[in-house]
């Protein structure tokens, strides 16, 4: 689980560090300041409209992609399946091994060894 894109190692760095940083009376003060912070904000409308938004916008690539599968049109879809047939037909014709070329005679009439 991550908070804030930090794994667990970062945030018990984070805490320990405070710890050593604030002290253990303050940093109980400094900890219910920023609980009543953090409350208060993820409470507030505007911010739930930005990670509202936020949201929409990071999944809006996948719902165009989507939204693009369903809407084929008919040509597309004779394609489809006209695809199959013809591959079966060009690995039918690539069976055949192709005609052998010759090595064309030297015009000296002289073999190098």
Do not use: C
């Not at 599968?69 to 037909?89: F, T, W």
């Amino acid at each position: 689980m991550e908070f804030l894109n930090l794994g667990w190692t970062e945030v018990a760095l984070i805490l320990i560090l405070a710890f050593i940083v604030l002290g253990p009376g303050k940093l109980v003060k400094t900890g219910r300041d920023l609980g009543n912070w953090i409350r208060k904000i993820s409470r507030d409308q505007l911010f739930r409209d930005v990670i509202q938004t936020t949201d929409e916008i990071r999944r809006y690539p996948r719902k165009i992609f989507d939204e693009s599968l369903l809407d084929l049109p008919p040509h597309v879809e004779q394609q489809k399946q006209e695809a199959p047939e013809s591959e079966m037909m060009s690995d039918a014709s690539s069976d055949h091994p192709e005609k052998e070329t010759t090595k064309p005679a030297s015009s000296t009439g002289h073999d190098l060894p």
